[in-house]
């Protein structure tokens, strides 16, 4: 049976971003006693998003200090509330951008909770009840069972925790857009998080796959490991002329400011480029770029929960898993630095259970 849920809240380890400076440090949070709609899970793996750490230097001007990033967010089932029959204690789940949402717009009726007008961010954001959402950068999450994913049995914790953002954000569009067509040529800008997610779908959709990278030392790990059919190093003018008109779809995930003609330039007549990265300025695109070809530019934002699910799914099915660099929380400063730099392969992912303990 289930032990009967807390009456009060608690105390929770966590790293928090006090300033814009994104410097992290030890923090202590209060969670909500668990609700009749709540799942409370111990926090055991957290990966960081490049999204983690936009906001705690604000890039994109919402960020609310002091902040817990962590939206990547695996654990197990500790408690749940009266009215949760989904889930039991003991489970292993996955908590990953939402966390709220208002249930009945037409958004949210179709499953497009990321779209809700109302949706509440895992950190950074204000709930319902007026709180400050803080992230997985904790040891203790509680959430409402409607945003509570479950996690495939069969894959590892720490290398599936990725999939609940970098893996629904490439999925979704694929999908949507129909950019999963066996056969298909499939472009990839930006080899990290979410790029090397998008090679691993492409291929297990039965697609040929090229990377575009300004790392020309990702070629061999793309070919060789992830699978990837032509490694392109997107500041060689050469190697993109070469590419010109030869692909049907890209998604971009690349997080800095960039030029997408030299991009839109390698699509075939009415090819699509769907950008998921989210630059802190604007990217420009000229509009010979998009007549020339009857080319598509289009945007995604993360998925839904019944889209995450069945995207885990997939997954688990597929044995796909993100490739990680596991690290403990006390590297995490380090860690974004090296983000910063397109320096990981291909998400870190912090060990929270093993190295988030008060002394930290
Ligand atoms: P990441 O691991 O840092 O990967 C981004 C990659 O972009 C880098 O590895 C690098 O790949 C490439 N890149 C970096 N700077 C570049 C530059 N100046 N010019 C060209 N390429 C550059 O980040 P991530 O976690 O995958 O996230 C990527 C972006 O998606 C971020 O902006 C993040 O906030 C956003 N995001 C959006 C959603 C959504 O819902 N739409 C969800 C999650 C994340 P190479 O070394 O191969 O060039
Ligand atoms: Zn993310």
Known sequence: MAPAAAATEVEVDAWAARDTSGHLSPFTLSRRATRPGDVKLKVLFCGVCHSDLHQIHNDWGNSIFPMVPGHEIVGEVTEVGSEVKAFKVGEIVGVGCLVNSCQNCDRCTRHLEQYCQMKVWTYTDKDYDGTITQGGYSTIMVCRQEFVLKMPTNLPLDAAAPLLCAGITVYSPMKHFQMDVAG??????????????????????????????????????????????????????????????????????????????????????????????????????????????????????????????????????????????????????????????????????????NSLKPED
């Open 184 to 353: 298909k040529h499939f472009g990839v800008v930006g080899l990290g998080g979410l790029g090397h997610m998008a090679v691993k779908f492409g291929k297990a959709f039965g697609m040929t796959v090229t990377v575009f990278s300004t790392s020309p030392s990702k070629e061999k790990e793309a070919c060789e490991l992830l699978g990837a059919d032509r490694f392109i190093v997107s500041k060689d003018p050469e190697q993109m002329k070469a590419a010109a008109g030869t692909i049907d779809y890209i998604i971009d995930t690349v997080s800095a400011t960039h030029p997408l003609d030299p991009y839109l330039s390698t699509l075939k007549l009415d090819g699509k480029l769907v950008m998921v990265g989210i630059p802190q300025k604007p990217v420009s695109i000229h509009a010979f770029s998009l007549t020339s070809a009857r080319r598509y530019v289009g945007g995604s934002g993360i998925g839904g929960i019944k889209e995450t699910q069945e995207m885990l799914d997939f997954c688990g099915e597929h044995n796909i898993t993100c490739m990680i660099e596991k690290i403990p929380i006390s590297y995490i400063n380090t860690a974004m630095e090296r983000l910063g730099k397109s320096d990981v392969k291909y998400r870190f992912v912090i060990d929270i259970a």
